[in-house]
């Protein structure tokens, strides 16, 4: 497992992925600066949100781009074939490079804490809450973004679906509240029904992405709610069950 982490490191770097990254990530804290200092009244809280959410929204992006055309490059290269023709269960496969994935996810999640603090003078329980939070969304998204790369043929289609599954995890309490309030939207009966079904289930079954990394948390500090332990058994739950996914895909494959 030491040599896997040790290989897609160097692959990072090679790449320029971990400069690309801290560079990304700097550059929208000082644009959250920037747009701090314009405002007329809360220049800081509004720096502090708009940074959280443009850090979370770097992460993800790079993440899932990265993953997706790294291992798209081990398939071409029949990199993954050779792996596996060894005596290596696809389990085992498949826990390495997750493993060295998310080294690198909380590695550069780490970027941000000091960065806040730094450029706009964020800290205390909050900044805490909100790092803590965001290493946890970054080994969901790895999981996400491994399962997408891993299952489909392109590393596009990977990065889309991806990102699609992000989007339906970061909507889901608007979906919910959809499905509750039982908004007319087409003009059938029929529709809104089968709408209103679609939308409690997606609900139901997506992860809360919403919830990790609120920018409240810098502005505010914790407290009111999801808190860290919901957040974490989110991830102890979604984060399985993409690897599991994942290694069934690989196993239901001829190499």
């Known amino acids: 497992m030491s040599a896997t982490l040790r290989y897609v490191l160097i692959t990072a770097i090679r790449d320029r992925f971990v400069a690309a990254i801290a560079v990304a990530l700097a550059a929208a804290v000082g644009a959250a600066a920037l747009l701090g200092a314009s405002a007329v009244a809360e220049g800081q809280a509004l720096a502090l949100a708009y940074a959280g959410e443009m850090i979370r929204l770097v992460l993800v992006l790079g993440l899932i781009t990265f993953i997706s055309f790294h291992v798209r490059r081990m398939h071409e290269t029949r990199e993954i074939e050779a792996i596996l023709a060894r005596p290596i269960s696809r389990a085992t496969f498949v826990l390495a490079y997750y493993t060295a994935y998310s080294t690198i996810a ?9 960065l806040l603090m730094l450029v706009l003078g964020a800290g205390g329980a909050g900044l805490a809450e909100w790092q803590a939070s965001l290493m946890l969304e970054c080994l969901v998204v790895v999981g996400l973004a ?18 699609g599954f992000y989007v339906l995890g970061r909507s889901a309490a608007v979906l919910r509240a959809i499905a509750e309030a039982g908004t007319a939207i087409f003009g059938q009966d029929a529709l809104n029904l089968a709408a209103r079904w679609v939308s409690d289930v997606i609900a139901l079954l997506m992860p809360r992405l919403d919830l990790f990394g609120q920018s409240r948390w ?6 009111g709610g999801w808190g860290l332990s919901e957040l974490l058994l989110q991830t102890l739950i979604y984060a399985p069950l993409l690897l599991a996914a994942t290694i069934r895909d690989l196993d239901a494959r001829r190499f």
């Open 146 to 163: 491994l399962f997408a790369a891993m299952s489909l043929e392109s590393a596009t289609a990977a990065v889309l679906a991806a990102l």
């Open 106 to 114: 909380l590695g550069l999640s780490l970027l941000a804490s000091p």
């Open 218 to 223: 810098l502005v505010y500090g914790p407290g």
